[in-house]
């Protein structure tokens, strides 16, 4: 095998070579590629020569896809694939995909199609070293919090800034309500590390006020987002980014002046994220088994 893994950063991201996506993958070179996101969080790959199907025949070596989204609609002729496209809006906000769901996905595939001359990065978070920089006295706290996740949130912008296209993209995203409490310290299922399972769709913690709520949150949410934590991923056309949905947040800069700016989503369906106890998350609101499978 002639995987090669080259660190970007000490704490997040590799490049992976070595390695033609086109062609269907040997079970050692999954293997390496599983081991080295377990490892690096979020890995940059050469994606010269793919196309949609190519995209999600990779995913596919890692479980079974999901659909593009609970609610907003997929590429044409492709329900698995989501296209992130700066005229459909912009996620200029720190999150982890689709965690309003009981399940969220697992892992989160992003090829470029379309980049700007300058701007347009996507910035991805150590979770599970942000968990780690905490002082004793807040990790204590954090093990024993849930959080209740919303997608009554995600992309909003102040509502003198709506108009009539953001009001209905809004809508859309928000045609079926979703509640979900998940730990906020998750135990990642093939690795044992903890992370910090919180973001943009983390409104409220279980029985705190919602101002009580937002302190706690951000409190513990810039432990994530400290520098040494973060990947800053500078796109060039052609390449495909994998990061791990279970211990990363991500948030795409909205830095371009309004240029076109597209990528396309694969991911792949995720199990209930557990916490310290044990215990798993619980749906509140919503039913999004028409939108992902839960991997075991």
Known sequence: MSLEITKVTARIGARVSGVDLTRPLAPEEVAGIREALNVHKALVLDARGLDDAGQ?????HFGDLTTAHPTVDAVDGAPNVLPVDSERGRANHWHTDV?????????????????????????IANAGAAYRDLPE??????????????????????????DE????QRARFTSITYRTAHPVVRVHPLTGERGLFIGGFAQRVVGLSA???????????????????VL????????????????????????????PRRLHRVTVAGDVPVGLE????YAIEGDASHYTPVAA
């Not at 800053?232 to 002046?257: C, G, K, M, P």
């Open 211 to 229: 101002g009580e709520s937002r302190k706690v949150l951000d409190l513990l949410q810039s432990y994530v987002t400290r520098p040494e934590n």
């Open 56 to 60: 999600q025949a990779f995913a596919r």
């Open 165 to 168: 296209e953001r009001a209905a």
């Open 99 to 123: 965690t309003f769901v009981l399940n969220p996905p697992q892992a989160t595939s992003l090829r470029s199609l379309t980049v700007p001359p300058y701007g347009g990065e996507t910035l």
């Open 232 to 259: 800053r991923h500078r796109w060039s056309r052609d390449e495909l980014v994998l990061f791990d949905n279970r211990i990363t947040q991500h948030y795409a800069i909205d830095n371009y002046d309004g240029l």
């Open 278 to 281: 044990g215990k798993e998350s």
């Open 137 to 162: 006295p807040l990790r204590r706290l954090a093990d024993t919090l849930w959080a209740e996740h919303t997608n009554d949130y995600d992309y909003a912008v102040p509502e003198e800034d709506v």
